[in-house]
């Protein structure tokens, strides 16, 4: 069973960064695309940003794009999201995921952490 981790949430005020890790348990990450969504208190979680099995492939909602920035380090099994110009509009809890295939459809993600609250104060 795959099991992923993240850490480094917290609190930031608006304009400033905060910096996601996904620790996973297997070295088969390497094959799978990983994934970070986010859910606002009483909204639906969402698709933030993906990030391609060799890293060579990105995307993100519209939202954090120039802002945010997703990687991943395969030796390490590890994958990152690097949050600038933070909104109180980023709040929520966020999610690593990993999937086999890239997409932002959450329902293609089989393995999930728990997740990590982000809060932005204004």
């Known amino acids: 069973q795959v099991e992923l981790v993240e850490s480094g949430g917290g609190l930031a005020q608006a304009g400033g960064s905060l910096g996601l890790s996904c620790a996973v348990s297997?070295?088969?990450?390497?094959?799978?695309?990983m994934g970070w969504f986010r859910q606002a208190p009483g909204k639906e979680r969402e698709f933030v940003a993906a990030?391609?099995?060799?890293?060579?492939?990105?995307d993100y909602r519209d939202s954090v794009k120039g802002r945010f920035t997703i990687s991943r380090d395969n030796l390490d099994n590890r994958a990152f999201l690097q949050m600038n110009i933070l909104k109180p509009e980023d709040t929520g809890v966020y999610y690593c995921?990993?999937?086999?295939?890239?997409?932002?459809?959450?329902?293609?993600?089989?393995?999930w952490g728990q997740g990590t609250q982000v809060t932005v104060s204004s």
């Open positions: 995921a990993a999937a086999s295939m890239m997409g932002r459809d959450q329902r293609t993600y089989n393995y």
């Open positions: 297997e070295p088969t990450v390497r094959r799978f695309v």
């Open positions: 990030v391609s099995s060799t890293g060579d492939s990105t």
